[in-house]
């Protein structure tokens, strides 16, 4: 169902009822209150046009023997109507009496405990603590909710809550399985249940080593690997690594051993950061091992090796087009086979991507090939110059429909945007700051924008249509002033409200949240924006969650930006009067595969006239706003479009490091997958232990293989899925996979996503000794207040009717006996 969107001022005045004092009775504590207190105002104006209407009617009669009757006949009457008027108008009021009644709940400590393996690093705690807080007159029982490698805290967390109970979990809240912590939380608030937990500190050492980087590479290509080793130390305080992500801390005492292939090329003590990197060519073509050994003493020696496969391939074949000598071509024979031909040829079957490289229109040769080469599946990369773009007549060019950029017109277009902002309770502490932030955007916009606003917590609320910035900016700001915060969190809701404020049109939805909101149903809203045609720019406020704003904004072809990088959204929607201003390349987007980690330094004066096509990504834009690094996909084909280059027309600072790595990255997303033409296994990612991988085979022929069964899924192509059993390399057909420890051991520490529970449902973080507080905390969260309202309008039509009914009966009886008529 979609979100009613209103004001949040008029939420709250509907929400408020007016209350009238009620009598005081003895024994009975209740207020009177009326739903429409202003159908009262009819009350004094129905008495005097009743009285008006009875008592007139006799005024003009002579004296007679029975004006006396006659009179006190009509004073009944009128009595007698405005009593059936007050019951109508008091009943259309709606009258409730309302009381408060209090209910004691059953101070039961419902103890959840984890004793699976990531727990080990803490000291068990819950028999003395289960013991103490029954010695304070609460009984206690207790639910065993994960053990060994399993961790389904949060299926565990399901099944105890109870409505408008209290649960105590002894855990570090690393789920391995089943529900997520947000999903338990989601729960817990619906039923009004509370969640506290115990504040944990580690008495044990416990660290673990990952290693990252690239799972293909190209032979004689240089690539660069991470070692990193954390975990938690013994005795850190419950603020230190053992009550943070993964533990965090400082890695002491321990050794790291690095072996490719078996050689060991690296082993050292592991820094203060707790990271290692390590460079590699490979030279052969093939699977080839990286393994990670870490010596020192700790609770488990499962994660303490850690393997990873490349698959070195040959060096992709890349076609070079170019009628000029740039220092590109050079740059890609580094990295890539490359054919250098002056224009298009019919035939590219044999390539992974194609350069094309300062080329005008009419020199590019067969283009319709190309297009047909690139919707197949091919990549396709476009650098620009003075005789490229709207300098090379693309526009009227068959490749301007594969480009991400239309020729001519950079920026300033008119945009509809809807800033979406986080008021739940979360947001609470920091509504100052995320105001500001607020403000701080929209300030980023410029007046040709259309611009609305919505509030958000567990509902939307729509505060401001859309209207041109230019004349409703002074407004807008006052509006972000005056929201208040309040309510759970549903990112999902704030989502669909803003994009139903969009309209069909679509737009942008700049989302201002910490993000602390279950992942599943922000990803499923993402994914209904998405197909609205609606990009989402995240920005992060606060104690941000990560991992959801930045998988919204990639869902939705967005940006995922830090709080102190708002000024990036003058390179879209700055217009003429709030443009970008900088002396070097800024990454627009940091989520797509080319610019994410990377930090470019390089200044290019120069670019083409371009503007950013609906359903492109902009990944990267000039000092002074314009479009420098544009990609989308065209058919099932990747198409990047470099638009910015340096005074002589070549590519400048864009060839040295770490802005080379923009081209390089360019080159590689093009390519894709370096396989897809080949035969054999063309993927095994690495796995862990319980989990399975996915085996791909790329031939004519059913593969056979001993205790793994292939199924056919398309024309030559095979798939697989293992599940292995045990820590190590595997051999299959020619190709390698590692399996790794469980993931019971990847995180240490105690998950935020539990403090994140425990804030959520207004519940308490205790200390091991504090079983008189918890007592005490569960005592009060079991009773509960609660407003019973009873409705009198019912009884008030009774008493009109009965009271009417009786009027006419008296009357037509004085008429039969022939009294009290009135004529």
Request: proline share 4%; glycine share 12%.
């Amino acid at each position: 169902m979609r979100p009613e969107l209103v004001r949040l001022e008029l939420v709250r005045a509907v929400a408020r009822r007016a209350a009238v004092p009620g009598v005081s009775v003895p024994g009975f504590d209740a207020t009177v209150e009326f739903a429409r207190p202003a159908v009262l105002a009819a009350l004094p104006v129905a008495a005097v046009v009743l009285g008006l209407l009875v008592l007139r009617r006799g005024g003009g009669r002579a004296a007679t023997p029975d004006a006396g009757a006659g009179r006190r006949a009509r004073i009944a009457l009128l009595a007698t109507r405005t009593v059936v008027v007050a019951c109508l108008v008091v009943a259309a009021a709606g009258p409730t009496t309302v009381t408060t009644a209090t209910t004691p709940g059953d101070p039961t400590v419902t103890m959840l405990v984890d004793r699976s393996a990531s727990t080990d690093v803490y000291p068990s705690v819950a028999d003395d603590l289960e013991a103490a807080i029954e010695s304070e007159g609460v009984a206690v029982d207790r639910v065993r909710v994960a053990a060994g490698n399993r961790s389904r805290v949060g299926d565990g967390l399901l099944a105890n809550l109870r409505p408008n109970g209290s649960v105590l979990v002894v855990s570090d809240g690393r789920v391995t399985g089943g529900a997520s912590l947000a999903r338990a939380a989601d729960v817990a608030e619906s039923v009004d249940a509370t969640v506290n937990r115990v504040r944990l500190t580690p008495n044990r050492t416990d660290r673990r080593v990952a290693v990252f980087g690239p799972s293909k590479v190209s032979v004689g290509v240089e690539n660069r690997f991470a070692v990193r080793v954390s975990g938690v130390e013994s005795g850190e305080s419950a603020g230190g690594g053992g009550e943070g992500a993964n533990g965090g801390a400082a890695p002491t005492g321990a050794t790291v051993t690095i072996e490719v292939d078996g050689s060991v090329v690296d082993s050292r003590p592991v820094p203060e950061n707790g990271t290692v990197s390590v460079t590699r060519n490979f030279s052969s073509v093939g699977p080839h091992r990286i393994t990670a050994r870490l010596n020192g003493d700790d609770v488990h020696a499962a994660n303490d090796v850690y393997r990873k496969t490349v698959q070195a391939v040959e060096r992709p074949r890349v076609l070079y087009v170019s009628r000029g000598d740039y220092a590109l071509e050079e740059y890609l024979r580094r990295l890539y086979d490359v054919e250098r031909v002056a224009e298009v040829p019919e035939d590219l079957g044999d390539y992974y991507a194609v350069v094309v490289h300062d080329v005008a229109a009419p020199d590019l040769g067969s283009v319709g090939a190309l297009q047909k080469y690139v919707i197949d599946g091919g990549g396709l990369v476009v650098v620009g110059g003075e005789h490229a773009y709207e300098k090379g007549g693309y526009g009227s060019s068959q490749i301007a429909s594969m480009l991400p950029v239309r020729v001519g017109g950079s920026t300033g277009r008119r945009s509809q945007v809807v800033l979406a902002v986080d008021v739940s309770g979360s947001a609470k502490s920091g509504m100052r700051v995320q105001k500001s932030l607020a403000l701080d955007v929209l300030d980023q916009l410029g007046g040709q924008n259309r611009v609305g606003l919505v509030a958000f917590n567990r509902q939307a609320y729509r505060v401001a249509n859309l209207t041109a910035l230019d004349g409703s900016r002074a407004d807008l700001e006052r509006k972000i002033r005056s929201l208040r915060s309040g309510g759970g969190t549903n990112v999902a809701r704030g989502l669909l409200g803003a994009s139903n404020l969009l309209g069909d049109r679509g737009g942008t939805v700049v989302l201002l949240s910490d993000g602390r909101d279950a992942a599943k149903p922000s990803f499923a809203a993402a994914d209904r924006l998405e197909s609205r045609d609606v990009r989402v720019v995240t920005v992060g406020v606060g104690s941000v969650n990560a991992k959801v704003l930045r998988g919204i904004a990639e869902r939705t072809g967005g940006t995922f930006l830090p709080a102190d990088e708002t000024n990036r959204l003058r390179v879209e929607f700055g217009g003429p009067n709030r443009r970008y201003d900088g002396d070097h390349l800024v990454v627009v987007d940091d989520g797509h595969f080319v610019t994410r980690g990377v930090d470019p330094t390089a200044s290019l004066p120069g670019s083409n006239e371009v503007g950013v096509k609906a359903g492109a990504n902009l990944l990267a834009a000039t000092g002074y706003g314009a479009p420098a690094l544009s990609a989308w996909r065209f058919g099932l084909g990747r198409v990047v479009a470099v638009t910015a280059y340096g005074a002589d027309g070549s590519l400048g600072g864009l060839r040295t490091r770490p802005a080379s790595l923009l081209l390089s990255r360019s080159v590689n997303w093009a390519v894709g997958d370096p396989q897809r033409k080949a035969t054999g296994v063309v993927s095994a990612p690495d796995t862990r232990v319980g989990r399975p991988t996915r085996l791909v085979y790329a031939g004519e022929e059913r593969p056979s293989v001993e205790g793994i069964s292939f199924s056919k899924v398309a024309a030559d192509r095979y798939e697989a899925r293992p599940v292995p059993d045990a820590r190590g390399y595997r051999d299959v057909l020619g190709s390698s996979f590692a399996v790794n420890y469980r993931a019971e051991y990847a995180a240490l520490g105690v998950s935020p996503a539990l403090k994140r529970a425990v804030e959520r449902t207004g519940g308490e973080t205790f200390g091991t000794r504090q079983a008189s507080a918890i007592a005490d905390a569960v005592t009060q969260q079991t009773t509960h207040r609660r407003r019973i309202e009873r409705r009198w309008d019912w009884a008030l039509l009774l008493a009109g009717l009965v009271v009417y009914v009786g009027e006419v009966c008296a009357r037509r009886l004085g008429r039969y006996r022939g009294r009290g008529a009135i004529p």
